[in-house]
């Protein structure tokens, strides 16, 4: 059987192999993350890029089984930011030359929503004489509405798979047809069509999943060939359905562990997209970004949500930054890359290489 060693010196994995670096330990995972590290420097330089990341809304029409916001949780008090907050965090973000934003919210798809978004994307672009870079995560749309959102100024869009797994999406969201797996693979397939930069992503450590699960997923993004990802640890929330499962969890700390191999295992497969340090590892672990960063993640998102709402926008338990005001998220980020030996790219979309290579690559 083939080491960490004779693993990491191939340029495409099996699904076993990629299991072996799931599973490195002691010098053989150091091995891992020191080569994923140096991949990272290669391939898309040691530039950390900020997507100041807005909450816009956390009511939503489905009911993902892990999601503290999910529409049956009655415990969650439902906000809908304002156009001038939401405007607001965005004008900071340019001010500040963060370069991007995220505008992310729970999932809607009414006419009233499709048109606030538009209208949000489009003054979004006015305020910043259109320098800002605008991602959307906002669930899965029609075609048509992801072809407006992309006229009127967004550009990339964010949403995650969670499991490429049939079996195991089944298994962590409601048996219907607003949960379906197909339309979740019809929806990213949708946004490539429309020219958006695609990010998905999976959760790591759900209750029933397996290093076959997660070794599944490196390979379909792989195949997929996503110009971003977003990946980090599952943490359980109380009012949630899954929450039953809690003993059957691996500790946090292993699953920030496993979170971690599964971005370097990433790199190495897809040297050149653009990888986020999910907040979710610094849920568990205080410096756990700044870990992705040195490991191979490259993008950041600070909170930019407003103060007040973010302690009704509670994915899981312990979210961090609930009281941190935007400046001095922005302060405290700025020493945290420094330490991790990143330098930000301010004021810069950041596009990921892959996709520009692919776009060179088509224009030939
Ligand atoms: N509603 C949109 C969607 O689902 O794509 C965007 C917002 S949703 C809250 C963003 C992501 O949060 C999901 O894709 C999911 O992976 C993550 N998330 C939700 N609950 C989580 C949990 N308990 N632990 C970790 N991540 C979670
Ligand atoms: Fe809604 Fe997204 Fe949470 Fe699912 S993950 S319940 S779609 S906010």
Same mark, same amino acid.
């Given at each position: ?12 994995? *099996? ?94 798809? *009414? ?47 964010? %949403? ?23 339309? $979740? ?33 490196? %390979? ?115 020493? $945290? ?24 690559? *088509?224009?030939?």
């Amino acid at each position: 059987m083939k080491n960490v060693s004779d693993i990491i010196a191939q340029e495409s994995f *099996s699904k076993e192999e990629l299991i072996t670096l799931l599973q490195a330990e002691g010098q053989e995972r150091k091995l891992l993350f020191d080569v994923a590290h140096a991949r990272k420097i290669e391939f898309v330089g040691k530039q950390v890029y900020f997507r100041g990341l807005v909450e816009f809304s956390n009511i939503c029409s489905k009911d993902c089984l892990y999601c503290g916001i999910r529409k049956s949780n009655e415990k969650v008090i439902r906000y809908e930011a304002s156009d001038e907050e939401i405007l607001g965090a965005c004008r900071f973000a340019w001010e500040n030359r963060f370069g991007s934003v995220v505008l992310q919210s729970g999932e809607l798809s *009414s006419p009233a929503f499709t048109e606030r978004v538009d209208r949000l994307l489009k003054a979004i672009k006015q305020l910043s004489n259109e320098e800002l870079g605008i991602t959307l995560s906002c669930g899965e749309q029609s075609r048509e509405t992801y072809q407006r959102w992309f006229e009127s100024g967004a550009h990339r869009y964010l %949403l995650r798979i969670e499991s490429s797994t049939p079996d195991l999406y089944n298994q962590i969201h409601p048996q219907n047809v607003h949960h379906s797996f197909e339309k $979740r693979l019809e929806c990213l397939q949708l946004l490539k069509d429309c020219g958006y930069q695609v990010g998905t992503g999976v959760m790591i450590g759900l209750p029933f999943q397996t290093m076959e699960h997660l070794a599944a997923d490196l %390979l379909f993004l792989k195949k997929l060939d996503v110009d971003m990802v977003g990946m980090g640890p599952y943490i359980e929330h109380e009012d949630t359905p899954l929450y039953v499962f809690r003993d059957q969890l691996k500790t946090k700390q292993e699953r920030f562990d496993l979170a971690l191999k599964m971005i370097a295992a990433l790199r190495l497969l897809m040297p050149d997209i653009n990888i986020a340090a999910a907040t979710a590892l610094q849920a568990i672990d205080p410096a756990g970004r700044e870990k992705a960063l040195k490991i191979g993640a490259n993008v950041i998102m600070p909170n930019l949500t407003p103060c007040d709402f973010r302690k009704e926008y509670q994915l899981y338990e312990d979210k961090p930054c609930l009281d941190e005001d935007a400046e001095l998220c922005r302060n405290c980020l700025e020493a $945290r890359i420094e330490m991790a030996g990143g330098e930000i790219g301010y004021g810069e979309w950041g596009d990921s290489r892959r996709f520009i290579n692919r776009r060179q690559g *088509s224009s030939h």
